[in-house]
């Protein structure tokens, strides 16, 4: 079964930064487009970003984070990466890994998630 | 940005009855619409994909259906383990987007 684990989360401040990881395990890593989706706790699911398989040259942010997070990937570890800076309040959730369904555009399902790494933004 | 609008956002129902959830669209996604599942503490999993798709290990209790705006996610026996909130999700267009789910609970 597919395996996609997080770390990374944790506690920081208004403004600061954070680093979340997700190793992949158990399926071609490389090929898939990759998403990370974040909840904030009890309540419903946001699209974060995409980086699309292979060299992963494509990506898409949502507007609520455009230029302050970064998606990357590593296909050597078969990690994927979320840099964020300029954390705000509303950044504070649980960010889950997902693993696209395959699809072409890279508009896609989520066909795998991790078990999700809890980001919590203090002021 | 497309708006998924799930109804109810709370649906009560004992074990072994009928539940059928809702997701409608802002504007027509084809058949580009699935469906998840999440318990408590749990991630989400997915149930359904192209609308009506059963995704793998998902029992053929679950049914799902729509196209264009509106789209239905039906249980046709609650067994226990399905009290859970259910999510639907577009991929027609960017943004992905996500309803706001339905919390299928026991009455």
């Known amino acids: 079964q597919e395996q996609l684990v997080e770390s990374g989360g944790g506690v920081v401040q208004a403004g600061g930064s954070l680093r979340l990881s997700c190793e992949a395990s158990r399926f071609t890593f490389s090929i898939f487009g990759m998403h990370w989706v974040r909840q904030v706790v009890g309540k419903g699911l946001e699209w974060v970003a995409f980086?699309?398989?292979?060299?992963?040259?494509?990506?898409k942010y949502a507007d609520s984070v455009e230029g302050r997070f970064a998606i990357s990937r590593d296909n050597s570890k078969n990690t994927l990466f979320l840099g964020m800076n300029g954390l705000r309040s509303e950044d504070t959730g649980v960010y889950y890994c997902?693993?696209?369904?395959?699809?072409?555009?890279?508009?896609?399902?989520?066909?795998?998630w991790g078990q999700g790494a809890l980001v919590t933004v203090s002021s | 940005e497309i708006v998924l609008t799930q109804s109810p956002a709370t649906l009560s129902v004992s074990p072994g009855e009928r539940a059928t959830l809702s997701c409608r669209a802002s504007q027509s996604i084809s058949k580009y619409l699935a469906w998840y599942q999440q318990k408590p503490g749990q991630a989400p999993r997915l149930l359904f994909y192209d609308a009506s798709n059963r995704a793998t290990g998902i029992p053929a209790r679950f049914s799902a259906s729509g196209s264009g705006t509106d789209f239905a996610l039906t249980i046709s026996s609650l067994e226990p383990e399905d009290f859970a909130v259910y999510y639907c999700?577009?991929?027609?267009?960017?943004?992905?987007?996500f309803g706001g789910g339905t919390n299928v609970e026991t009455k």
């Open positions: 980086i699309r398989g292979g060299d992963g040259r494509e990506e």
């Open positions: 999700q577009q991929r027609s267009i960017w943004p992905l987007t």
């Open positions: 997902v693993k696209g369904a395959g699809s072409d555009s890279g508009r896609d399902y989520a066909a795998s």
